[in-house]
Structures are given as C-alpha cells and as structure tokens.
C-alpha cells in the first residue's frame, strides 16, 4: 500500500561509477535531497551518510563500471493519499547504453505535445512515456521529444541542445535539470540557455540529447524530418570527446 506503488509517488535519482568512483556523486545526491524536500518526503539521511552508504555499497559489490539507483518511496498512509514515512533504497545495477552505431550515426526522437508536471523533481511518475513508447517501436525512433505552445523543453528522460551556425543552445523550461547538461555546459560555457521553438529545432544544423544513460546521443531525425546533412555534425562530436575525457 505504499503510495509510490498505488499511486506513483515517490523519488528517485540514478548515477553511475566509473572505475569504482561514483561519477558526479555531490551534484546527484543534491538533486536527490531536492527532490525529497520538494515533495515533502522525509529523507532520514544527511548526504555524507548517504555519500557513505553508497561508498560502502560500491565497494561490498565492486562495482567498477555499473549504475546506482537511490530510491525514496512516498510511503503507507492511513487515507491511501498523503505522503508518510516511506522506504528508502539504494541499489547497484548493470547499465544499458546505446550501441555505438546510434553514437555513429545518431538517432531518432518522436515529437509529442506534453508538458511535464512538477518537471524539476525526479519523481517515479514516468507513465506518460511509458504509455506513449508503445508507438515508438513502429517508428524505430529512440525516445519522444516535449514541445507544447510551440517551444520544445526536453525528451523523456534526457535534456537536448540545438546548434545553430556554431551557436549551442538549450531550453531552461519544464525540464529536469540534468547532471550530464550541467557538465555539457561547463564543456561549453558560450551556450545559450533561453526557449527554443520547435521549428527552430527542426532548422537546427546539429541536435544532441544527454543523460545519465546515454551521454551525449547525437540526433539525426525528428519524425520524418532530416535534421542538418542528417549527419552526426562536427560539434556535436566535439563535445562527445570533451565528454569523454572529463569521465576520466
Ligand atoms: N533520466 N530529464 C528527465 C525527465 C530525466 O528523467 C533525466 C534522467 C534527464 C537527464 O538527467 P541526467 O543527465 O542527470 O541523467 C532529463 C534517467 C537517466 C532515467 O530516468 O533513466
């Protein structure tokens, strides 16, 4: 009967190690202690404990190149509703990336008009893209991306950046505000953050999108559309090395 299972209230956040070092792990569990403050859940732990339970965690299980997933669920309560006491879990699993042709190549998105509701907490409530994936198969796309009044905010579970004539630029509205963005723009500090409309994502030289999961994934295709040459473009390609080397 907890809350986040019937009715999908709860909070998660999810990182990733790379030789044993969780990557980025400050900037995550400040986004996690956010998201419980701002849904009003109690997270009984201050962020050095949970910064050494995950250590701990890390070691017990060797965890060399794996993700972790903390989890703080709304709990049971007595009129089925409001947020209680609820479960907190921190748990290693096996990551998935995209397979190094759709790095090579780029990908596919799916528009669809949506906004997200309460878009800069990490909450559970993944429903609206879970249900919409289900048309995604028979367009071979890889993931959906937002837009509503004209302007785009961001794809189901990644940030995006729009290049234009060398100009890097990404929405700043109704989006979870990612680590893997947060690292683009220290990578390219000359970005701008402002609304970008749709078309001007469809007239974009170069499209990317960024995650924990999935790093810096060029797009190629938005529905039918070609985007640039239909190329991964140069700066793009750029920033995926840049990437790579600040992993390290
Ligand atoms: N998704 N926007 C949304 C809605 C997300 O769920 C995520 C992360 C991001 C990118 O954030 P970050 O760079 O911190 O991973 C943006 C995770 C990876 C997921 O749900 O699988």
Not at 24 to 30: A, K, M, P, Q, T
Not at 131 to 140: E, P, R
Request: aromatic share 10%; glycine share 6%.
């Amino acid at each position: 009967m907890d809350i986040s299972v019937i009715r999908g209230y709860g909070i998660f956040d999810f990182f990733r190690t790379s030789n044993h070092v969780p990557l980025f792990l400050s900037d995550y569990l400040d986004r996690f202690i956010r998201s419980a403050e701002k849904t009003y859940l109690n997270l009984k732990y201050s962020k050095s404990e949970l910064a050494d339970i995950i250590l701990e965690l890390i070691e017990k299980n060797d965890l060399k190149n794996g993700g972790i997933r903390m989890l703080l669920t709304g709990g049971v309560s007595e009129n089925h509703f409001s947020p209680s006491e609820g479960g907190l879990y921190i748990f290693c699993e096996d990551l998935l990336f995209p397979s190094q042709e759709k790095y090579d190549k780029g990908v596919k998105l799916v528009s669809a008009d949506h906004v997200r509701s309460i878009a800069d907490i990490k909450t559970t409530n993944y429903a609206f893209p879970v249900w919409l994936s289900a048309t995604w198969k028979d367009s071979g796309a890889e993931d959906v991306i937002y837009h509503h009044n004209g302007f785009i905010s961001e794809s189901s579970r990644s940030n995006i950046f729009v290049i234009k004539d060398g100009q890097i630029s990404t929405p700043d509205q109704h989006i979870l505000h990612g680590i893997t963005r947060m690292r683009v723009l220290e990578l390219a500090p000359q970005t701008s953050i402002r609304p970008i409309s749709f078309e001007e994502l469809l007239a974009a030289d170069e499209l990317f999108i960024t995650s924990t999961t999935k790093k810096i994934l060029p797009i190629t295709l938005i529905d039918d559309q070609k985007i640039g040459t239909g190329q991964v473009g140069p700066l793009t390609k750029k920033l995926m090395a840049d990437f790579v080397e600040m992993e390290k």
